[in-house]
Structures are given as C-alpha cells and as structure tokens.
Nanobody, 116 residues
Framework: QVQLVESGGGMVQPGGSLRLSCAAS????????IGWFRQAPGKEREGVSC????????VYADSVKGRFTISRDNAKNTVYLQMNSLEPEDTADYYC?????????WGQGTQVTVSS
C-alpha cells in the first residue's frame, strides 16, 4: 500500500533545532519531487521547501532561507527537513508531498511548536 509518513515534530525553544523525516513506502521516492508545506491555525497552507527527484535541486521560501535545509536519502526512501534557529512564527503542522507529474501523495502531518 502507498504511504507517506512524517515524523520528528515536537516542542522546542526559540533558537532550537528539529529534524523532520518523510518516509515513503509502496513506491520509490527517488522518482518524485518532494515538497514540505506547513499550516498554522487560521492561516493558509504554504510551501516551505522543495527538492527535485534526482539532481537534488532545492527551493526555499524566503521566510526559512538560511535556517532550513531539505535533503533526501534515496537508499532509505526518506526525505528530511533540518530546521535550525527556530522562531515562534515557525509553529505549524508540517506536511510532506510527493509528486512525479502523474501521481501525488500527501503525508498526515507532524506538529511543530516553538515556544519558551
């Protein structure tokens, strides 16, 4: 069965770090571009970062550029989002999305809370 599962969320103090994971099963992730999205209460879902399927090209939202890093480990069929220098404004539910132009899959989300 096709599945995409996020993990690694939690509560962290401002200035702290978290690493989110997006693990795929039932399909080969290296054929897909992967995006990380987030949604805070009362706000629209926004794109955070994307990584291409094979050449590793990356894109970041201006709000996280220089603080977040997206990467992929094709051998583990997993994509990561390393989040450093976290701010209260980063508090949201984070989702990963895989797309190959013909098929797309969403994960269930993982919650990130940045608070002192």
């Amino acid at each position: 069965q096709v599945q995409l599962v996020e993990s690694g969320g939690g509560m962290v103090q401002p200035g702290g770090s978290l690493r989110l994971s997006c693990a795929a099963s039932g399909f080969t992730l290296d054929d897909y571009a992967i995006g990380w999205f987030r949604q805070a209460p009362g706000k629209e879902r926004e794109g955070v970062s994307c990584i291409s399927s094979r050449d590793g090209n990356t894109v970041y939202a201006d709000s996280v550029k220089g603080r977040f890093t997206i990467s992929r480990d094709n051998a583990k069929n997993t994509v990561y989002l390393q989040m450093n220098s976290l701010e209260p404004e980063d508090t949201a539910d984070y989702y990963c999305y895989a797309n190959n132009g013909g098929y797309g899959y969403w994960g269930q989300g993982t919650q990130v809370t940045v608070s002192s």
